[in-house]
């Protein structure tokens, strides 16, 4: 038999192969690949999270004593000073902290337990005294608690502890603030949160610069001093129930002689002085 040229074999493999593409060419177009989902904003907000769990680890351990400023709407600014001893005892005196903003209180933790303190000034000068209100690491029941020594200490476990119900970002620096900020809410659907919703900011060494919180704004004032080696009451403790929150109610005015009729004459002589 007769072999065909290479020239004619070649081609009519070529023409195979072309028959082959244009066959292909006629195919739908594979599906494009889906394009990747945007960035979530979940790892920042973890990131966000880890970040605040480890600046309030740091302030557990953080010793200082600073005077900030306290930002009350419709009220002056007050200047509270927070102390956290060597020793780890604390103390938060704040201005106006109960009896409806009439009296001084420090609340003070030591090793005896949670006191709430009336401590003098010069609007009203009274004797100092304490009540202890409960055990070391509680909180002060609510209706004797001006919660701004929780911004301080007793808050602090809820941001370390990774199972609280909480929902934390980076946040814009408050006025005064240095260090980070982080913004906190709650994605509990209890009506109780485990902390004021708001704005914390922390420098790296872990001590509080500011927080905006339901309660007002605190700034830290000046520079933090060393802290002292314990803390004390400022008063004995006494027993008795603490000072409210509420004002205390209005005192009622003596009765003048011109609007109390005259009690009628027993006829009887006055005693001698």
């Not at 351990?61 to 900030?68: C, E, N, Q, S, T």
């Not at 003070?108 to 009274?126: D, H, K, L, R, Y």
């Not at 603490?242 to 009887?268: D, L, N, Q, Y």
């Amino acid at each position: 038999m007769r072999s065909r040229p290479a020239s004619r074999v070649l081609s009519a493999s070529a023409a195979v192969l072309l028959a082959a593409g244009v066959s292909a060419c006629g195919d739908a177009a594979p599906a494009t690949p889906p394009a990747s989902p945007a960035p979530s904003a979940a790892p920042e907000a973890e990131d966000a999270r880890i970040e605040l769990a480890a600046r309030a680890a740091l302030a557990q351990d953080h010793r200082f004593a600073a005077l900030y400023t306290l930002d009350v709407p419709g009220r002056a600014q007050r200047s509270i000073m927070a102390t956290v001893a060597v020793d780890g005892s604390w103390r938060v005196d704040i201005p106006g902290g109960a009896l409806g903003g009439t009296t001084d209180v420090s609340i003070t933790e030591t090793e005896a337990g949670v006191f709430q303190c009336a401590i003098p000034s010069a609007s009203n000068p009274v004797s100092p005294f304490c009540v202890r209100v409960a055990d070391r690491g509680k909180h002060v029941p609510k209706e004797y608690d001006p919660k701004v020594e929780r911004v301080f200490r007793q808050w602090l476990p809820v941001f370390t502890d990774r199972q609280a119900p909480l929902s934390v970002t980076a946040a814009q620096p408050l006025p005064g603030s240095t260090g980070s900020c982080y913004s906190v809410d709650t994605i509990s659907a209890s009506l109780s949160a485990p902390v004021d919703v708001g704005i914390y900011c922390y420098a790296d060494d872990g001590l509080l610069t500011a927080a905006r919180v339901t309660f007002g704004t605190i700034t830290i004032s000046g520079t933090a001093a060393a802290p002292p080696p314990s803390v004390e009451l400022p008063g004995p403790v006494v027993g008795g129930e603490p000072m409210g929150m509420a004002a205390p109610p209005p005192t009622t005015p003596p009765t003048t002689a011109s609007s109390t009729p005259a009690a009628p004459s027993s006829g009887r002589p006055s005693p001698s002085a």
